[in-house]
C-alpha cells in the first residue's frame, strides 16, 4: 500500500515557476515509476510526466523542455519543476504511482494523492 500527498501549488504569475513535490508512504517507494498528471476544469486528466525506477523520463510535449521531474528515494518523494508557466498549466495536479507497463496511462497507475491546486495568472 502507498500513500501520496502533494504539495507545493499555488498561484502564480504567467511566466513564473513554481515545484511540486509528492510524498510517498511504503517500504517499496523506490521500485515504482511516478507520474504527474493534471485535471483543469472542464477537461479530463492528463498526462504531464514519469520517472520509472532507473530515473528515466518521459513528458508530454506541452511541458516538454519547461517541467522536470525527478525523485529523491531516500526522501520518498518525487518533484514537478515548472518552469516559465503559462495560464493553460493551470490545473489540479496528481501525483500517482504505478508497478510498471505504459507509464504515460493513467490506467496504469494504481496510487493517487489528492492532488493540488496550480494557478497561472496572466
Known amino acids: 500500500q502507498v500513500q501520496l500527498v502533494e504539495s507545493g501549488g499555488g498561484l502564480v504569475q504567467a511566466g513564473g515557476s513554481l515545484r511540486l513535490s509528492c510524498a510517498a508512504s511504503?517500504?517499496?517507494?523506490?521500485?515504482?515509476?511516478m507520474g504527474w498528471f493534471r485535471q483543469a476544469p472542464g477537461e479530463e486528466r492528463e498526462f504531464v510526466a514519469t520517472?520509472?525506477?532507473?530515473?528515466?523520463?518521459y513528458y508530454a510535449d506541452s511541458v516538454k523542455g519547461r517541467f522536470t521531474i525527478s525523485r529523491d528515494n531516500a526522501k520518498k518523494t518525487v518533484y514537478l519543476q515548472m518552469n516559465s508557466l503559462k495560464p493553460e498549466d493551470t490545473a489540479v495536479y496528481y501525483c500517482?504511482?504505478?508497478?510498471?507497463?505504459?507509464?504515460?496511462?493513467?490506467?496504469?497507475?494504481?496510487?493517487w494523492g489528492q492532488g493540488t491546486q496550480v494557478t497561472v495568472s496572466l
Open positions: 500517482a504511482a504505478a508497478e510498471g507497463g505504459r507509464t504515460w496511462l493513467q490506467s496504469t497507475y494504481k496510487y
Open positions: 520517472i520509472n525506477w532507473s530515473d528515466s523520463t
Open positions: 511504503g517500504r517499496t517507494f523506490s521500485s515504482y515509476a
